[in-house]
């Protein structure tokens, strides 16, 4: 085995075993993390059946500008992430850490948006709880309580996506003060690929949960 | 291996002195320690849960409410189902012994992720002291189901806390689980392939699986559960359209397979008993083998038979109940071949080798009497009542803790270096084995006759029965106390035990009892199947 600048735990025989055991944990990962959000989506499923009107009605009240530069933002930063994870394996330190600072702006970006959107959601009352007053006029069939039932999906989804967004801004932020003492090499970045899973599965989510929450009935010219 | 043979007389290095401090303990990432730390903690969940179990016992000794208040009692019955199941049960096997385990039988130096296994043991530290905390101040009388909407919006006591408690040792065991498949997929010795693994790394990985794919769902659905009862987000509140069936069956698409966590770690110790002391290889290794990932498999398509009485269709209550009879499949598969290595076989009635054969017993009592509760009409009948307490206790005790027990007689050795006195231990075994069944079947015939479950006050012709099992539980205590003292003792007074005390030819025999720190000298190489008595009496060379 040649030899590498790696640090080889004691426990495993070679680099090559070390490396393989950290990927196919991290998909194990990724598959818990499935299951994880597939009870909130199961939810979703089993609601939407029920009340289909008043999640359309709900939907409604989201801005789509908002949601459709949101899901740009973070293909874009897939693209940019994925181009961190390239130049590592090409051995490239300065685009490293570039690429892993365009993420991480990207995703700043994101959460920002998605602030600004949570905000109006409270402006509006849109908020499940003592306070829920939404303007659903347009729907008079409708019952308020059971668009309170999407917008409890929707700050769960969005708030559990959240959530894993700020934990990726976090490890992002480690890895962007690792690379930029070249850490990572050709031969060693397992981390940065990890992360890029990570971060791929969450925009994957994302782009399920966007047409899900945003787009409901919108072929009807709503 | 010769050096090991002179070397034991001089005090060997070995992971339990190679250093003695508190911190060297508690930072340790060493498997083996690992799983020492999990049984500690595993023993005293274990006591507190069979302390409220006694409680409940005594108070179901006469038909009257006398001993505690109905309230009180319902907060007993819950501390006893949390504990057990979450604190004992489900980590029992998988984390103590699987942790020790697991590197030595596939003859690596430790898991795939030490730093991470570490953890796993702090967040269940973690999550048990919350709900510990909880289960004594104040109390929470919801059942350990947490069935909505009474857990979310009339429920007393601290619900909330218990249910982060229980989301934080759910992430404990999703990382277990994880660890042990990484490593049972990537640290294999050279050599040890697939069909050379011990059936108890099968039953493991087949558990696992269940831990990584099914608790997440439990963790996010306990997770709405809290957020409805603390911010009433109404998603399982009917007044607010929410459907508390749903609960249910996100409840139960973890907490079925649950059971199978519990019962085949079990499973996997009683073929490796039954194989080393019938002197005979496991009859139909890749059976037995391959019905513990299909019962893993088959578990997560039968939740529906917990909800034949909750609104589900008729037509999918059929569909669930077929389903459900298909897991008696490899599960007979297990006990035929079990039965079938022991035939002919040079039988050794040692104390792992009663638990094991007690396992077989019980375990196919509980199985059978699933069927009954898996069969829609029947199960209206006894849902609810004492039949379905005696069915899951049968499978939960009789199984998952015969299993645990027999583990623990028979890996001891192994474990602590030392030998346990095998005449109690033989006792307590025959103690334990006679108790329980006076304890638990006698709770058949309360529920045919109809005794419902969870409540405190009853109707007086069903008090002899309860006696009985009430008598039962005290000779199950003291079978249960026993083991207690005999292995403390056997610790500080205990004969020094041999490296393969049991004549076994698993790789976990081949090395030093108790083993190096790092295992093995070098990393052994594998050349043949882990049981071979019958043709030969060959032993597995290592280093
Ligand atoms: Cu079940």
Redesign the interface.
Known sequence: MASHSVTLRHHFENAEQQKDASTIGMWMFLVTEIMFFGGLFMAYIAYRGAYPEAFAAGSEKLNIVYGTINTLVLICSSLTMAMAVHSAAVGKKKMIVLFLILTLILGGVFLGIKAVEYHDKYVGHEIPGVNFHPEIDGHPNVAVQNVSLYFALYFGMTGLHAMHMIVGVGMISFLIFKASRGAYTAEWHTPVELFGLYWHFVDIVWIFLFPLLYLIDLHQGR | METVATAVEREPRTYLNVDHTLKSWLLTEDHKRIGILYLIVITIFFAIGGLFAALIRIELTTPAGDLVESSVYNRLFTGHGIIMVFFFLIPSIPASLGNFLIPLMIG???????KLNLLSWYLYVIGGSMALTAIIYGGIDTGWTFYVPFSTGYASGMVMLTLVGIFINGFSS?LTG??F???I???RAPGMTWFRLPLFIWSLYSTSLIQ??????V???LL?AA?ERG?????FDP?????PV?FQ??FWFYSHPAVYIMILPAMGVTSEIISTFSKKEPFGYSFIALSSLAIAVFGFIVWGHHLFVSSQSVYAGMVFSILSYLVAIPSAIKVFNWVSTMYKGSVELTTPMLYGIGFIGLFTIGGLTGLFLASMGMDVHLTDTYFVIAHFHYIMVGGAIMGFMGGLHFWWPKITGKLYSETWARLSAIIIFLGFNLTFFPQFILGYMGMPRRYHVYAPEFQVFNVLSSAGASVLGLGYALPLVYFLWSIFFGKKAPANPWGATGLEWQIQSPPLP?NFEI?PVITEAPYHYAPSEEVVHVG
């Open positions: 690596a130096k430790d898991v795939a992720f030490p999703i994880l660890n498949m990484v490593t997929h990537r640290m990584v794919l099914a608790t997440p769902v963790a996010v659905t709405l957020l911010l009433h987000i109404g998603i007044a607010l359209g929410g459907d749903l069956h996100l790092e990393t």
